[in-house]
């Protein structure tokens, strides 16, 4: 009964601030509104139980993608946006309607009890050394899955690069903040910062066992990366570095090293030798959050657009 | 085949080399010198040619579908590749297209290999990669989510070139077909979150065996294809594919119109063929049919009455993919036993692969034309059969394979599709194509007509252009032709593995 | 569980609960932009801390009561320096104005 | 007590969603980063009395997470305004610049 009141509270805040969101004008009340959507759609996933999923939008919600749209709307240049035709937009809310009604329709009408592979991913969890099934689900059974999201998170971030002025390639992002109106932020960085490594770790580390994991640790340690940045602490590298390169590339390739170690060790691509499984997916793991965690803070940094060689 | 007896096949390792290898390429690419990027990218799609050759041989050899089980797992739990005959056939139109286009793009894009690492050659070469991959995992994939993946691989590396000369215009472009491509992508997610909560199992395979005509799978398989029709640039939704695909350099058009369209739809067929109950489809095939007709018309006036040649080429583009989907009325009404042993079918696949060849041709060839004259402008086109001889005869070939005169594989295809449409009686989907044909016949004229003729004064060749680049054009154009070779007749090898539909 | 440290949470609790209420109110009455600034940080910082008190005797493990304890700081810390830099914004903007 | 703590996670949730209505309304962009923040606070709250009323470590990891970013989030909000008010500040002689 409690229960029910915190849920439909949610529920209702979380559709009554999408729709604000969506119908707001100004750029930067719909930001505003998002980090809001973000942080009460992180209290519906923790209700739902669904804890790695709530820790995932917490991490990037609540911080990463405020933070890209804020950098997008700083280069955006102020535009007076024409209203769509009513026409369209009475078009678009009644096939939305009809989309949501028939979700609506399917989930809710009895239906025999969905089957569900929950129990058979614990069944196998034993074999791969894990405690947490979405672990498991990530890093054993649908690895193959895991492995090429990251390969796709590497390419979007050489989207945003391919965005490069042709006269910028090889040379770094700047993250521009007018320094002099900051007093507290540099001192913040450097005491949050510490703390912010090592609640990343942890949580990266307890994700064998407990919700957490590579992508929610290394969001919280790209995030106090660009915290760096933004205090003025560091610079953005340049993209052309050839550490940094085989910092992004480590990742996927310890994964594709193991992956294929497999076929003669463990008799498929991507299959662990059993004794071996958990150090091996942990080495994996750490890779991963190293590459992520330096892919994601640049994907918030943004195309480089500082010429090489132009400044020491 | 029952999922319970699914195991790795003989071979069944090609299909992981063939997902492998393109990642393998690109992150090399990243880490040696700038100078051997080219050499690099194109050794890696060599080796993905022999591999997708190979896995052609290896199911025609055997008769039976490649399968491979990722780390050992059986689906549900775990995933599995799985190649049949026509996804066999795909990957290798796919390997030789790629490996041509490399032919044709080196040394392009300001690529110096004395001076420092470039811009351009470096995001056309990554994506030109990643596109590959992504396109061997779409046919090899048989995981709904793994295919997701696939198709996010795909956009995220499509999209980048488009803008990859970075005006205005194609950022604009690049933006517009971002949006629809994400939006297809959200539709489909939602349609994959609704069989998982309903089967609790997304593997094809294991779906064709449990699934009944539900309501979930209905909706689940609406929203999908609604979702892939915007990433396929079906009509209506073709709005952002012209400016795309005219903007974008001329090596990247030939890939993005010849093969990339071509993933989305690939999983249509898959969804429709082999995922939806035999009979329940007919409402719904006829109304992609009705769609595709829209396009093979609209497409082809509105490519008619272009100025600018890559446009027009852009524009045949929806024409040409409104063709693929007038399999779904010939091929699910037909009489045959099975929808695959069927006219239509053959003569889909047919389309799907002679399209291919002689579009990224014909998209070449504009490149080409470019640089010759140092315009597209088809009323400058005067002179231009004396100026650039082969590329003149690689547009005039491709451009018999779009008409579907004889001898050529768009010819067989359409042939093939009107014998289907006549034979079941559904004479309204002859008139279509027959009208299609004609008015590609006037828009291939446009281009060919002045090109042909004879200039007011000697025209006069702007920039030489490699040998090795035209060939390479006309490499494409000429196998459109030997298509049209093929047996007009059913196509065995097309049958081969496809999960036979017994009502539930 | 003792009937003290309920009574002592509950009135930590309450407490917290009351001083997020007056964060809001003063949030949404109070006049011109320092003054909604002030209201908030009070209630943010001492609602949450208040409310991180009294639930620390009745957390299962040491654990869970130090990450409180750390949670409590880190959005103490924040909101201090947060506020900070609201306010200088918030000057630096009627300067311009 | 685990009713009596979904009560006060139910009252402070209601507490905040109240202060939304700063981030609706506005008037400047300060408010309503304002009340985000007070979400933001609000959040971690609810978790930490949800997870203490349910013995859920996992809850309070997140609490955890939110905590560290939500102050994340809230710098990058101040700073961009910073940046905007430069900005608008270089852009001085240029008419009608949005205050909202």
């Known amino acids: 009964m409690l229960g029910l009141a915190l849920d439909l509270l949610i529920a209702a805040l979380v559709i009554g601030v999408a ?68 026409g369209a937009r009475i078009l678009v809310g009644l096939l939305c309607a009809a989309i949501s009604a028939a979700l609506a329709a399917v989930v809710l009408l009895p239906m025999t009890p969905a089957p569900s592979l929950a129990i058979e991913v614990r069944t196998h969890l034993a074999s791969t050394g894990l405690g947490n099934p979405i672990a498991g689900v990530l890093m054993a059974y649908r690895a193959l899955d895991t492995f090429l999201e990251t390969v796709v998170v590497l390419l979007a971030l050489f989207g945003v690069w391919s965005l490069t002025p042709d006269a910028a390639w090889g040379g770094r992002p700047a993250m521009a903040v007018p320094a002099a109106a900051f007093g507290p932020l540099p001192l913040f960085g450097r005491l949050l910062i510490p703390v912010g490594i090592v609640i990343g770790v942890y949580i990266v580390w307890v994700g064998a066992d407990a919700p957490g994991g590579k992508f929610q640790g290394a ?79 640049l994907l918030v940094a943004g195309p480089p657009d500082v010429t090489p060689g132009v400044e020491p | 085949m029952t999922a319970a007896l699914m195991a790795t096949t003989p071979g069944g390792l090609l299909l992981v080399l063939a997902v492998v290898v393109p990642v393998i ?55 599995a590749l799985r190649v049949d005959g026509i996804a066999a056939v795909l990957m290798a139109m796919t390997g030789a297209i790629v490996a041509v286009t490399a ?53 995220f590396a499509a999209v980048p070139l488009v803008s990859l000369d970075g005006s205005r215009d194609t950022l604009e472009a690049a933006l517009r ?19 998982y909560g309903a089967y609790g199992t997304l593997d094809l395979v294991v779906l064709s065996e449990i699934r009944g005509a539900e309501g979930a799978l209905l909706l689940a398989i609406a929203l999908m294809t609604a979702g892939l029709i915007a990433k396929t640039a079906l009509f209506p939704l073709h709005l952002w594919l012209p400016p795309a695909h005219a903007g974008a350099p001329a090596a990247a058009s030939a890939i993005l119109s010849a093969l990339v369209v071509k993933g989305s739809f690939f999983l249509i067929l898959r969804l429709w063929f082999d995922l939806l109950p035999p009979g329940l489809g007919t409402i719904g095939a006829n109304g992609l049919g009705l769609l595709g007709a829209g396009a093979v018309i609209v497409g082809s006036v509105l ?10 080429v852009a524009y045949s583009t929806v024409a040409q993919i409104g063709y693929l989907f007038l399999i779904f009325p010939l091929a699910t009404g037909s009489e045959a036993a099975s929808p695959f042993a069927s006219l239509a079918w053959t003569g889909g696949v047919l389309q799907l692969l002679a399209h291919a060849f002689a579009k990224a041709a014909m998209f070449m060839a504009a490149g080409l034309v ?10 400058g086109f005067r002179g231009l059969g004396r100026l650039a001889p082969i590329t003149v005869l690689t547009m005039t070939l491709a451009g018999l394979s779009l008409m579907g005169l004889p001898p050529s594989g768009g010819f067989s295809a359409k042939w093939l599709m009107l014998s289907a449409s006549l034979g079941e009686g559904a004479w309204w989907w002859a008139v279509v194509i027959l009208a299609g044909g004609l008015l590609a016949a006037g828009y291939v004229f446009r281009i060919l007509m002045p090109a042909f003729s004879t200039p007011d004064a000697p025209a006069e060749r702007l920039h030489p252009v490699a040998l090795t680049r035209e060939l390479a054009a006309l490499s494409l154009a000429v196998i459109a032709i030997l298509i049209g070779f093929l047996p007009l007749s059913p196509w065995p090898l097309l049958a081969i593995g496809r999960l036979i539909q017994v009502s539930p | ?19 997020f209420l007056a964060g809001t109110v003063g949030l949404i009455r109070f006049p011109d932009g320092l003054t909604r600034l002030h209201a908030l940080t009070k209630a943010d910082n001492l609602g949450l801390g208040l409310i991180v008190i009294g639930l620390l005797p009745l957390s299962s493990s040491v654990g869970m009561a130090l990450k409180l304890v750390v949670i409590w700081a880190l959005v103490q810390f924040a909101g201090a320096t947060v506020a900070q830099l609201i306010a200088r914004v918030a000057r630096s903007t009627e300067r311009g104005e | 007590m685990a009713d009596a703590l979904t009560v006060a996670a139910v009252i402070v949730l209601a507490i905040a969603a109240v202060g939304l209505v700063r981030v609706l309304r506005g008037p400047s962009r300060i408010d309503r980063m304002m009340a985000v923040q007070l979400l933001g606070s609000g959040s971690v709250a609810v978790l930490v009395l949800l997870a203490v009323g349910s013995g859920t470590d996992a809850l309070v990891d997140i609490a955890l997470t939110l905590a560290l970013l939500a102050a994340f989030a809230s710098i990058a909000l101040a700073t961009t305004l910073a940046q905007k008010a430069t900005a608008a500040a270089k852009a001085e002689h240029a008419p009608g610049t949005p205050a909202s």
């Open chain 2, 25 to 79: 390429g690109i992150l090399a690419l990243w880490l040696v010198r700038a100078r051997d990027i080219e050499w690099v990218a194109i050794a890696t799609l060599a080796v993905n040619l022999f591999l997708s050759l190979a896995t052609l041989q290896a199911v025609r050899a055997s008769d039976a579908p490649l399968v491979y089980l990722v780390g050992g797992w059986l689906p549900p739990l775990g995933l």
């Open chain 2, 103 to 155: 032919l044709y793009a080196r040394g392009q894009f300001g690529f110096d290999p004395q001076g420092p690492e470039r811009r351009r050659p470096m995001v056309f070469w990554t994506m030109l990669l990643a596109i590959t991959g992504a396109l061997n995992l779409i046919f090899a994939g048989e995981d709904l989510f793994n295919l997701y993946v696939a198709l996010e691989l795909l956009t």
């Open chain 2, 303 to 312: 490519a008619l009455r272009q100025a600018r040649l890559k446009l027009l």
């Open chain 1, 219 to 297: 969001t919280i340690l790209a995030a106090m990366w660009i915290l760096a940045m933004m205090a003025g602490l560091t610079q953005a590298p340049s993209i052309g570095r050839w550490r940094l390169r085989l910092l992004l590339a480590a990742g996927p390739i310890v994964f594709l090293a193991i992956g294929l170690a497999g076929i003669p060790l463990a008799g498929a691509f991507l299959a662990y030798p059993e004794a071996l499984a958990k150090p091996l997916i942990l080495l994996i793991e750490v890779a991963l959050t190293l590459s992520i965690a330096a892919t994601l803070g």
């Open chain 2, 370 to 379: 470019y640089e010759a004259i140092g315009h597209d402008r088809i009323d």
């Open chain 2, 177 to 195: 077909y971002l949006v629809f491509a994400l939006a297809g992508s959200v539709l489909y997610l939602l349609g994959v979150a609704v069989i």
């Open chain 3, 1 to 19: 569980m003792t009937a003290l440290v309920a009574l002592f949470s509950t009135a930590a609790i309450g407490a917290g609960i009351i001083f």
């Open chain 1, 19 to 86: 729709l604000w969101t969506v119908r707001t004008r100004d750029d930067f009340a719909a930001i505003v509104g998002f980090v809001a959507y973000g942080l009460l759609l992180t209290l519906a996933w923790a209700r739902l139980a669904a804890y790695d999923v709530a820790l995932t939008e917490a991490a990037i919600g609540g911080g990463v993608t405020g933070v890209i749209l804020l950098r997008a709307s700083i280069r955006l240049k102020p535009v007076a946006t024409a209203r769509k035709p009513i």
